[in-house]
């Protein structure tokens, strides 16, 4: 077992771990590792790849800022694209020196006396950080469901965040469970391959229409000569997007017209009133995530494919069995349930002051302080973290403002030489407080279940407002929110003019509180 | 005692049945007796659509109700209906009334009933599927269905018997407590919605489509040879049951079902006079009124495995 000590340990190379790199290294820090499971770079996108998958945010808008790409083929990339621009950011910014491939991390705890998280990978390696990074990713684990006789099915079964591109669909009888994101993808493209396809669907989600388009050249040209471009049709596309919030956050009367769009594009596409009446939510727009998909009804309609909403009995050893009493036998069965979200737990024991487990706390559902940080857990930093995620914009957009955050915060503690940066209980209970009260009234608590939600109804995903608000509660790192505490070896003028020394509370450290007129560090 | 809706709607996952579990080729098919065969034939095809347009009432119930523990339960119950037309549809193939693949013709009063529901179920308030279809399935399970247990000695039909029955005992149990829940509601508000929501023309086509409906069926089987008493009888634990709860006797609609309960058993009542003369006249509607059959009402089938899927499709 051996160590290897830097500034900041990152946990996970796909959009978030290495968004965190580029702009580490952009400050000037290079102490960096960056510790991925896989044997490749990509997280979602390299674990997506069935057939269809494509992001439902347009690639101009789902691409960092600071790593534009000018020659996006389309409107809405495919996972192909979008990983190839994944792979393209690793080399551009020469990221592969830092990352770790087949590094499985099993723990992580937080080292009192010297202020380090020793991060521990299933080879027995440990990484010492000043500061550690999730960037593990809220869809980054996938199993097939508890169905009742799973295990008993001779056929093969294959979960579309685990596709196996060896399987030949030609011909088969196919059936498909789930009709969320990722089947609606999923489903045209095995229309046209399987000889039947039968789609199970449990709730219909709301399904609006794609703007999908072929990049036209002289825009791939224009965006690489002048970047600028680039930037003002994002801006464009993000305003866009920052308006649906009116409708798909909150309920308004602009929800009613999404719904209504929705409305009309499964009327027009759809015929048979019964299958309409199938294929008709009950809940408000935006209370689950909304489907984009021009070719999803018309794949349902199609002579070899069939939707059913009954009820999933049993699934047999040729078959699954609805409760309708009626068997349907599949030489393949297709799981699109979804990832195994993290909203009450951790990936692994995360262990932060006085043995505290993370995951022991975050039972009955997690929260954190700007979905950045939790008390009891200094230098720690989550992407993607408790309440961060945008149900009308891109998540691309939410997460170069906690890169930029975390990458001030972990500056901060190296260059004011930290012993740790702790946010303080009161304030993120009442930043928690207020977040709820505001989750209250958005059409995710409207009475739908969801991923979003857990079982008791506790909403720990969502963030409760537009992107550009919280891109303004990242842009101010309010060092007033946490006690920070000096090693010993330090001197204390380095912590600010403000701060106030108090009786040491380790052996070799002094804490250092800062007063309530501490002026906050901006960007 | 209260019912614990979230632990029935475990119990109802755990007790799914399908129609693969029953050997439909064994011995016993030939205890149907040549003179109970064309009744039994007329009456097992009103049976199964009857239960069709119940699944259909629970789908409406679905979107009706008012917890999402409450629409999974009755996404089962619609699945469950469909389960016994499917498997009453077997039976009737076991029994050779089936002309080839071809399902039996639904009567003018199905057909009247379908449209309806397709039209207006969705838009009724919960309490007023919620008293008919207690009030249907207690008779179903009351009366014909231990009738049938009684006249029919074919084994495997006691064993589908016995699965249905478990299950509508289940759904009676689900019907009461939600009666119960909605005459816990404010005296203002039931009222309100009685009268309000209630009485609506859609309901109002529905009482001309359920009056004709219900007595074609009572005739029929009264014809079978089922005793009127045990119709009483049935009523009675539909009144009963219903009794108990104070709650259940405040929804003013089970207590318009529960008046038009007893006139129905009891044939001497002048009512019949209304009843049957429009059942008279529903025979003379001519199919043409009718729109298309809904594709819901195609499902039924009495096949254990979906021909479409089996290993020769592919």
Redesign the interface.
């Known amino acids: 077992m051996s160590e290897e000590t830097h500034s900041v340990v990152i946990i996970g190379a796909g959009f978030a771990g290495l968004g965190t790199a580029i702009r580490l290294v952009q400050s000037g820090n290079e102490d960096f590792v960056i510790l991925e499971r896989g044997d490749r770079v990509g997280g979602t996108w390299r674990d997506n790849t069935y057939p269809g998958a494509a992001c439902d945010i347009p690639s101009l808008l789902y691409s960092y800022s600071f790593a534009l790409n000018p020659r996006w083929s389309r409107g809405y990339s495919g996972s192909a694209e979008i990983l190839g621009y994944i792979d393209e950011m690793v080399e551009r910014f020469g990221l592969a020196r830092f990352i770790r491939f087949n590094t499985n991390v099993t723990s992580a705890q937080f080292r009192e006396d010297d202020g380090v998280w020793a991060v521990t990978s299933d080879d027995g390696q440990t990484y010492l950080g000043r500061a550690a990074v999730m960037a593990a990713g809220p869809l980054a684990n996938a199993s097939l469901p508890k169905i ?1 006789g799973i295990d008993t099915f001779t056929g093969a079964k294959i979960h579309s965040a685990r596709w196996d591109h060896d399987y030949d669909f030609a ?3 196919v059936a498909v469970i789930g009709t969320g994101a990722s089947a609606v993808q999923i489903i045209p493209e095995l229309a046209k391959q399987a ?2 396809l ?1 789609v199970y669907q449990r709730t219909p989600g709301r399904v609006i229409p794609r703007t999908d388009y072929r990049t036209p050249g002289w825009t791939k040209q224009l965006f690489a000569a002048a970047p600028i471009t680039q930037r003002a049709a994002r801006e464009g596309l993000f305003w866009v997007h920052e308006s649906m919030a009116l409708g798909m956050v909150w309920s308004t009367p602009l929800t009613r017209i999404i719904e209504r769009a929705a409305g009309a594009h499964l009327r027009r596409q759809v015929r ?4 309409r ?1 199938q294929l008709t939510p ?1 809940f408000r727009a935006g209370c689950k995530r909304m489907l984009v998909s021009n070719d999803y009804y018309p794949a349902l309609q199609r002579a070899n494919t ?1 939707l059913i909403t ?2 999933i ?2 699934i ?1 050893a ?2 699954i ?11 393949v069965i297709v799981f699109a349930t979804g990832f195994d979200i993290t909203k009450t737990g951790t990936p692994f024991p995360i262990t932060g002051l006085g043995g505290r487990i993370l995951a022991e706390e975050w039972t009955r559902g997690a929260e954190a302080y700007k979905s950045i940080n939790v008390s009891g857990y200094p230098n720690l930093f989550f992407t993607f973290g408790p309440n961060s995620g945008p149900g009308h914009n891109s998540a691309l957009v939410y997460m170069e403002s906690q890169i930029d955050y975390i990458v001030r915060a972990t500056k901060l503690i190296t260059d004011r030489d930290l012993l740790s940066m702790d946010v303080r209980p009161d304030v993120q209970r009442a930043y928690n407080v207020q977040i709820q009260k505001r989750l209250k009234n958005t059409t995710w608590n409207s ?3 969801s991923w979003y939600l857990t079982d008791d109804g506790y909403n720990g995903a969502m963030y409760p407002g537009f992107a550009t608000q919280y891109a303004r509660q990242l842009g101010d790192l309010r060092l007033t929110d946490y006690v920070l505490t000096a090693h010993a070896r330090s001197n204390t003028g380095n912590t600010g003019a403000n701060d106030r020394v108090s009786r040491p509370r380790h052996r070799n450290v002094r804490t250092l509180e800062r007063t309530r007129h501490a002026a906050p560090v901006r960007r | 005692m209260a019912l614990d809706l979230d632990a029935m709607l475990v119990k109802i996952g755990e007790r799914q049945w399908a129609l693969a579990d029953i050997d439909w080729d064994a011995p016993g098919a030939d205890k149907i007796t040549a003179e109970q065969w064309p009744g039994l034939k007329a009456f097992m095809a009103d049976l199964v659509w009857i239960e069709n347009v119940g699944a259909r009432g629970f789908a409406a119930m679905a979107k009706l109700a008012p917890t999402e523990t409450l629409a999974d339960i009755y996404r089962y119950f619609h699945a469950e209906e469909q389960r016994h037309a499917n498997a009453e549809l077997a039976l009737m193939r076991r029994w050779g009334m089936l002309d080839g693949d071809d399902l039996p013709e639904p009567n003018v009063n199905i057909r009247m009933a379908i449209e309806w529901l397709d039209r207006f179920a969705d838009d009724m308030p919960l309490s007023v599927l919620g008293t008919v279809i207690p009030m249907l399935e207690v008779a179903l399970d009351g009366a014909l269905l231990k009738f049938l247990m009684d006249e029919v000695k074919d084994p495997v039909c006691h064993q589908v018997f016995e699965k249905i029955n478990a299950d509508e005992s289940r759904h009676l149990a689900v019907d009461f407590q939600v009666l119960e829940i909605l005459g816990n509601a404010r005296l203002r508000k039931l009222l309100i919605e009685s009268v309000g929501k209630t009485l609506t023309p859609g309901l109002l086509i529905g009482v001309l489509m359920y009056i004709p409906l219900l007595n074609r069926m009572r005739n029929k089987i009264v014809d079978m040879g089922l005793s009127e008493e045990r119709l009483y009888v049935a009523m009675n634990r539909f009144k009963n049951v219903g009794e108990r709860s104070p709650g259940t006797r405040r929804v003013p609609t089970y207590q318009v079902l529960k008046w038009h309960a007893d006139m129905v058993v009891n044939r001497k009542h002048p009512y019949h006079l209304l009843a049957n003369s429009m059942v008279w006249m529903s025979d003379r509607v001519p199919a043409k009124v009718f729109g298309p059959v809904p594709t819901w009402f195609k499902e039924l089938t009495y096949e254990p495995v979906a021909r479409e899927t089996l290993e020769q499709a592919s």
């Not at chain 1, 048979?272 to 299958?275: A, M, S, V």
């Open positions: 009742r011909g088969k009888r000889a039947q039968t048979d009133p019964w299958l009446r009950d069939k009954w009820p009995a049993t047999s040729d078959g069995r609805t409760s309708d009493g009626i068997e349907r036998q599949f030489d009475g739908c279940r």
